[in-house]
C-alpha cells in the first residue's frame, strides 16, 4: 500500500483528544452491544422509516467513544436504525509496529462481504427493514464503496467519509450512488474520483454528491473527532445535516436509483396499479 494512505489512515488519530463528556456523551440516547452470529454489534435507535443504517468504523476499531456518538446522533436526529458491526473482533490498528500489513490483513473483502451480508439479513428479519444505507469512516470508506459494487443487491446507497485507499479502479465498479466526504488532508475526490465514476456510469454519477472539508484533517468525523473544538464541532454539525438530506433524497426519490430494467418495471409496475384501480 502506497505510504501516503498508510499515512493518511494514521495521522488523524495520533492526538489523544479529550472529550466533552456532558456535551457530547450524554447528549443523545445510547446503544447496546448486541450479538449477531459471532460479531459484537454497537446498536442505537429504531427505524421510523423503513430505512437502517450499518456503520463501518475507522482503524481504531469498536470501541471509540467519538464514533459511538455519530451513531447514536444519527439514530437519534434521523429517527432510524443504526447498528456499527465489530468487524475486527476486538483488534484495532496497532500503535507501532508493520501498520501496511495490519491494513493488508484487515482490508480481508471476503470476511468483510460476508459480515455485511448477514448484517443485512438481520436488520430485513429483525426490523423489517428493505431499505439499507451504508456509512464508513477511512478504511470503512474503501469497504462501502466495495459494498456498493459487489452487494448492490443489499444496499440502497453508501456514503464514505475521509476514506482511505479508495481508487479509481474501485469507484469504476460502483452500481449504487454514493455521497463522499473529504478533509483537506485527503486525496482530492475531483477530478480523478469524480470523473472515473461519470466514465464508467453516467447514470450513477449524477446522483453522487461530493463535499471537501477543507478545514478539516484526516479522522475529523470518527476516531479523531475533536468536541472541544469549536471548527470540529462545526463541520459534524454540517457531515450531519449533509448526510441526512443526502438519505432523504434518496428515499424520496428512489426511482432515479434504480437500474434502468429496474425504472422500466417500476414503471410498468406503476401503470398497471393506475388501470387497476
Given at each position: 500500500?502506497?505510504?501516503?494512505?498508510?499515512?493518511?489512515?494514521?495521522?488523524?488519530?495520533?492526538?489523544?483528544?479529550?472529550?466533552?463528556?456532558?456535551?457530547?456523551?450524554?447528549?443523545?440516547?445510547?446503544?447496546?452491544?448486541?450479538?449477531?452470529?459471532?460479531?459484537?454489534?454497537?446498536?442505537?435507535?429504531?427505524?421510523?422509516?423503513?430505512?437502517?443504517?450499518?456503520?463501518?468504523?475507522?482503524?481504531?476499531?469498536?470501541?471509540?467513544?467519538?464514533?459511538?456518538?455519530?451513531?447514536?446522533?444519527?439514530?437519534?436526529?434521523?429517527?432510524?436504525?443504526?447498528?456499527?458491526?465489530?468487524?475486527?473482533?476486538?483488534?484495532?490498528?496497532?500503535?507501532?509496529?508493520?501498520?501496511?500489513?495490519?491494513?493488508?490483513?484487515?482490508?480481508?473483502?471476503?470476511?468483510?462481504?460476508?459480515?455485511?451480508?448477514?448484517?443485512?439479513?438481520?436488520?430485513?428479519?429483525?426490523?423489517?427493514?428493505?431499505?439499507?444505507?451504508?456509512?464508513?469512516?477511512?478504511?470503512?470508506?474503501?469497504?462501502?464503496?466495495?459494498?456498493?459494487?459487489?452487494?448492490?443487491?443489499?444496499?440502497?446507497?453508501?456514503?464514505?467519509?475521509?476514506?482511505?485507499?479508495?481508487?479509481?479502479?474501485?469507484?469504476?465498479?460502483?452500481?449504487?450512488?454514493?455521497?463522499?466526504?473529504?478533509?483537506?488532508?485527503?486525496?482530492?475526490?475531483?477530478?480523478?474520483?469524480?470523473?472515473?465514476?461519470?466514465?464508467?456510469n453516467p447514470q450513477i454519477s449524477q446522483q453522487c454528491q461530493y463535499q471537501t472539508?477543507?478545514?478539516?484533517?484526516?479522522?475529523?468525523?470518527?476516531?479523531?473527532?475533536?468536541?472541544?473544538?469549536?471548527?470540529?464541532?462545526?463541520?459534524?454539525?454540517?457531515?450531519?445535516?449533509?448526510?441526512?438530506?443526502?438519505?432523504?433524497?434518496?428515499?424520496?426519490?428512489?426511482?432515479?436509483?434504480?437500474?434502468?430494467?429496474?425504472?422500466?418495471?417500476?414503471?410498468?409496475?406503476?401503470?398497471?396499479?393506475?388501470?387497476?384501480?
Amino acid at each position: 500500500m502506497h505510504f501516503l494512505s498508510i499515512f493518511l489512515i494514521y495521522a488523524g488519530y495520533l492526538v489523544d483528544y479529550s472529550i466533552n463528556g456532558l456535551l457530547w456523551n450524554e447528549t443523545y440516547l445510547k446503544g447496546d452491544v448486541v450479538q449477531v452470529g459471532d460479531l459484537n454489534v454497537y446498536s442505537v435507535g429504531k427505524s421510523a422509516l423503513n430505512f437502517a443504517v450499518i456503520v463501518i468504523y475507522d482503524v481504531r476499531g469498536f470501541n471509540i467513544s467519538q464514533t459511538r456518538v455519530f451513531c447514536d446522533r444519527l439514530a437519534s436526529e434521523y429517527s432510524t436504525r443504526v447498528v456499527m458491526p465489530d468487524f475486527f473482533r476486538g483488534g484495532a490498528a496497532p500503535s507501532r509496529g508493520n501498520l501496511s500489513a495490519w491494513v493488508s490483513m484487515a482490508t480481508n473483502w471476503s470476511r468483510v462481504s460476508n459480515d455485511l451480508t448477514n448484517m443485512a439479513a438481520w436488520l430485513q428479519k429483525n426490523d423489517s427493514t428493505t431499505r439499507i444505507g451504508l456509512i464508513g469512516f477511512c478504511w470503512g470508506g474503501l469497504q462501502v464503496v466495495r459494498a456498493c459494487s459487489n452487494l448492490s443487491s443489499l444496499f440502497f446507497t453508501g456514503v464514505s467519509i475521509h476514506g482511505s485507499s479508495i481508487t479509481v479502479t474501485e469507484v469504476s465498479l460502483l452500481k449504487k450512488p454514493m455521497f463522499f466526504i473529504a478533509s483537506g488532508t485527503d486525496p482530492a475526490l475531483r477530478p480523478n474520483i469524480s470523473d472515473a465514476i461519470e466514465r464508467a456510469n453516467p447514470q450513477i454519477s449524477q446522483q453522487c454528491q461530493y463535499q471537501t472539508y477543507d478545514n478539516m484533517v484526516h479522522g475529523f468525523a470518527s476516531a479523531g473527532a475533536n468536541f472541544s473544538n469549536p471548527a470540529n464541532v462545526a463541520a459534524l454539525n454540517d457531515v450531519h445535516l449533509n448526510v441526512t438530506n443526502y438519505f432523504t433524497k434518496v428515499l424520496n426519490n428512489p426511482a432515479p436509483f434504480l437500474s434502468m430494467n429496474s425504472q422500466l418495471a417500476f414503471f410498468c409496475f406503476c401503470v398497471t396499479y393506475i388501470y387497476v384501480k
